[in-house]
């Protein structure tokens, strides 16, 4: 080949070379120093920054392990800092010592990157770490539910002063504080190492040991734990619960998965995000100082999806790493073949030979990183796939516990208006009015639990694709006017504007009449449940001839659902914001699929406190229908289901008229009439009863009469019973009165709850009347013990036993009672009306409590009080009639004497001479 062709043939491969030549990225350097945790947490720590570094080839990272000695630490960054890092990472094992050092790289323009633990100063460009006191409070709550608020626990700890030891230690003690009946029997510090846990477990004494829940601050403490405890043989009725949460054969996964742990707190390392942060500052890009991670529960319940997830992605992080690895290997060898090429730029052949291997290693270098980001996006996808599941599992879990719980309260309050009669029926007299009455009670809400047993099955056959639509030609309009007429008089009642617009005589159209019966049912039975007194409930029909469609709208003026509420509405077992109309959250979804089934549509309008309009849109005539869904004929509208159940339109008590005074009064708040009227009619025979069927009402009302006990329901339309209760316990009015709840709610913790905010008495539905009855009874024999027990005028303070029938607000206005009655006991002046200025209430009101409390009226307890006083007194020799009475506030010696006698059945004289005549010489 001639030379000029060679030169013109080496400039042009030159040139390919150049034009091939990738721009390469700047490269950095990290360094890291570790110090933080136990070997496993600082493995997966490192583990954790080489997966994220995997997606930097430009970066390279200088790792030192100071094993948890904090000055090796110090020495170590040193070290490190003579390589010239472009920004260090920390992970301090204690703040104190490690500060000045990062300190001085900080000011030295080196960006430091703090991991897990803060430093004792701000003077660090990023903190990446979890927080310690919520996963302390997480283990706390967690472990409560476990316990069910009652249990033995054995706490192991970290370092004693290290912050994570603080914070953990104070979030758990948080958490459990609201569960008395959980004990801490001994917290023992296992400094994070599993051999140190073990060595001071061994010496506990055995009774140390008997508890029912061991807590350690990282899992490879609860592991040596476990060990101890199962060669003592002691695990078999205690659980273990840790912190960390690793990945791995020996971590805390796959020991919650092994059924070793009962659960494990995650406590993410903080690595991968310690090197995006890391990147975004070397790259500047935005970035936030403060990262906080978060934290969660793994168990039995999702361990080992976890599990498998974790495994995965370790699985494929070795692949990239192998990836990687092969990668580094090819840009070697591109390197060294690109300075052969230079080397051997004068042989045309060899520089064409080399060329095409430069080549070839580059078409391999773009596949190998395009695996990599493939494999990426992979993780990326499979990561926020599981976030997906987890948020969508938690509120399908939710969802259907708040359906079980609303059905379980459907079922209770029926059972108890249909066992209660029966019980009165087989154990009271049975006069035909009572008969008939509880026979009337019976069969309503028998036909109660039959429609929620029938929208159940409904529901039922919907999900299993069982259910037929079976269509005839009706007239909707007067289909429409016969559900209407047993919610006449609910609307009549209640003084609402109920009516069918519509500009029709009639409307033939195909539909399933016992499905259709229930749709306008369930619309119409929420508009009256969320409609109040002198509202308006209108239905709308109108015929579109030019769509084939009919519309049906019900309009109502009740409270509205918010927008999120609206969107929602049709959804399966979900529940509306209003707290005070819970259902079984079936209605709505079934209508919905009801009105799909022929082919319709459904739709929902409403704004907040303005109202709701549900549109249903029908089509006509019956091309849309299936041969085998229709059946034919023209049925008569009028025996639909509806007839069959209104909830209030005709309560079944007729209350005899008994003027009779009775002894005791007692207060009854409860939003469902039949119940009301139950409870009413069950005590009014040894009680005068009163009723409220709203909390305010029920407060107005115990606040006017003061009743002797009130019976209070948790579920009321405008307030949550809980809520009354308490404001009844607070208030001095009415602190002293014992209360009943009544409740559909059996949980223990709503019963712990319920008792305390003050109730006295916790029944659940359904219940017996006979057991309702006694326990009134009991209630106010042990408030007649307390009046007996100061209605002498002695000093009032509470003996033991009458700490569960006198509350600590009416202690202290007894307190206060008697402090200001022995202040002014020498005053002539003192009276009722002092007494009601000082104390802060009217005189009526003072009255009432001291009566109610102590048995006598205020006036009678003064003068017992200063006659009680005058015998101490008269016992002086030096004493005179004059002087005593005018000590104990008599301004009279003349009355003194008459009301003394009055007392005692002998004059002042006379008892002082038979008290001198008795002392001994």
């Avoid at 990687?324 to 060898?333: A, P, S, T, V």
Wanted: contains cysteine; hydrophobic residues 40%.
């Amino acid at each position: 080949m001639p030379f000029r062709e060679r030169f013109f043939f080496l400039i042009i491969f030159f040139l390919f070379l150049a034009a091939c030549k990738k721009k390469e990225e700047p490269t950095y350097t990290i360094a890291f120093s570790q110090c933080t945790g136990d070997d496993a947490w600082r493995r997966d720590m490192l583990r954790g920054m080489q997966r994220e570094l995997a997606f930097y080839p430009n970066v390279s990272l200088e790792f030192r392990d100071a094993l948890g000695n904090s000055q090796k630490q110090i020495d170590q960054i040193k070290a490190l800092l003579k390589s010239n890092p472009d920004l260090l990472i920390v992970s301090p094992n204690e703040a104190e010592p490690i500060t000045p050092i990062i300190e001085e790289v900080y000011q030295k323009g080196i960006p430091v990157v703090v991991v897990d633990r803060k430093t004792a100063s701000s003077f660090y460009t990023a903190y990446v770490g979890g927080n310690n006191y919520e996963v302390g409070k997480t283990a706390g709550q967690y472990i409560s539910a476990a316990l069910k608020g009652e249990g033995r626990v054995l706490e192991i700890t970290g370092l004693p002063k290290s912050s994570p030891t603080v914070e953990r230690h104070r979030g758990f003690i948080d958490a459990i504080n609201k569960f008395p009946g959980i004990k801490i029997i001994k917290t023992l510090p296992g400094d994070w190492e599993k051999k140190v846990a073990k060595a001071r477990l061994q010496t506990l004494d055995e009774s140390l040991l008997a508890v029912d829940l061991v807590f350690a601050h990282n899992d490879v403490m609860t592991l040596g734990a476990y060990e101890i405890f199962k060669e003592k043989g002691l695990t078999a009725n205690t659980k273990f619960v840790g912190i960390d949460g690793l990945a791995g054969p020996l971590g805390g996964i796959q020991l919650v998965n092994d059924q070793i742990l009962d659960a494990t707190m995650l406590y993410p390392t903080g690595g991968e995000e310690a090197i995006r942060t890391a990147m975004q500052i070397l790259q500047k890009k935005p970035f936030n100082k403060e990262n906080i991670l978060n934290t969660a529960v793994i168990d039995s319940s999702n361990a080992r999806m976890i599990k498998m997830q974790t495994d995965k992605i370790l699985t494929q992080q070795e692949d990239i790493e192998r990836q990687q690895k092969r990668n580094e290997e090819q840009i070697k060898l591109y390197k060294n073949q690109r300075i052969f090429l230079y080397v051997m730029s004068g042989m045309l052949v060899c520089s064409v030979v080399l060329g095409a291997l430069a080549l070839y290693s580059l078409v391999e270098k773009k596949k190998i990183n395009k695996k990599l980001k493939a494999k990426n996006r992979e993780i990326i996808q499979q990561r926020n796939k599981i976030e997906e599941m987890a948020e969508a599992a938690q509120a399908a879990t939710e969802s259907k516990f708040r359906f079980f719980t609303n059905i379980s309260h459907e079922f209770r309050t029926p059972l108890t208006l249909i066992l209660g009669p029966i019980e009165g029926l087989l154990h009271g007299k049975a006069d035909h009015l009572m008969v008939k009455q509880n026979l009337k009670l019976i069969q309503k809400n028998a036909q109660r639990l039959l429609w929620l047993v029938n929208q159940l099955l409904d529901f039922r056959k919907l999900e299993s694709g069982n259910i037929q639509v079976k269509a005839t030609e009706n007239d909707l309009i007067a289909f429409i006017r016969n559900i209407m007429q047993p919610f006449e008089q609910l609307a009549k009642k209640g003084n609402i504007d109920f009516k069918l617009a519509t500009g029709l005589a009639n409307l033939p159209v195909w539909f399933d009449a016992n499905m259709m019966d229930k749709v306008f049912f369930n619309l119409l039975s929420n508009a009256f449940k969320f409609t109040s007194d002198h509202g308006r409930i209108h239905i709308i029909i109108d015929k579109d001839s030019a769509q084939n469609r009919v519309f049906v709208k019900v309009k109502d003026s009740g409270i509205g659902m918010s927008e999120p509420d609206a969107a929602r509405a049709f959804d399966i077992f979900f529940q509306g914001a209003n707290a005070a109309h819970k259902g079984t959250g079936l209605g709505l979804s079934l209508s919905k699929e009801f009105i799909q089934l022929h082919h319709g549509d459904i739709f929902v309008t409403s704004e907040p406190n303005k109202g709701a309009t549900f549109t249903i849109q029908l089509l006509l005539g019956s091309d849309h229908f299936k041969e085998e869904e229709k059946v034919g004929g023209l049925v008569a509208a009028g025996e639909q289901f509806s007839k069959n159940f209104i909830e209030e339109a005709n309560p079944v008590w007729e209350m005899p008229a008994n003027t009779e005074p009775k002894k005791h009064s007692v207060l009854v708040i409860e939003d469902h009439p039949d119940l009301r009227n139950f409870l009413t009619f069950t005590l009014q025979t040894g009680y005068q009863v009163s009723a409220a069927a709203e909390g305010q009402l029920g407060l107005e009302e115990a606040y006017e009469n003061i009743p002797n006990l009130i019976i209070c329901d948790l579920t009321l339309p405008d307030t949550d019973g809980l809520e009354v209760v308490a404001a009844l316990k607070a208030d001095l009015r009415t602190s002293h009165i014992p209360v009943i709840i009544l409740t559909a709610r059996t949980g223990l913790e709503q019963q712990v709850e319920g008792m305390q905010v003050g109730a006295d008495l916790y029944l659940t539905k359904p219940f017996s009347p006979q057991v309702l009855k006694e326990s009134v009874r009991s209630l106010l024999v042990n408030r007649q013990l307390v009046k007996e027990r100061f209605g002498g005028g002695e000093a009032l303070h509470l003996p033991p036993s009458a700490g569960a029938t006198i509350s600590k607000l009416d202690k202290k206005f007894l307190d206060d009672f008697k402090r200001i009655i022995d202040t002014k006991l020498a005053d002539p002046d003192l009276s009722v009306d002092y007494l009601s200025r000082e104390i802060g209430l009217s005189r009526v009101q003072l009255y009432r409590k001291v009566k109610a409390l102590i048995g006598c009226n205020v006036n009678d307890y003064i003068q017992t009080v200063r006659l009680n006083k005058s015998c101490t007194l008269l016992q002086q020799p030096q004493a005179s009639i004059a002087d005593v009475a005018f000590q104990v506030g008599f301004s009279s010696a003349t009355y003194f004497s008459t009301a003394f006698k009055g007392k005692f059945g002998l004059s002042p004289t006379d008892y002082k001479n038979q008290h001198l005549r008795t002392e001994p010489v």
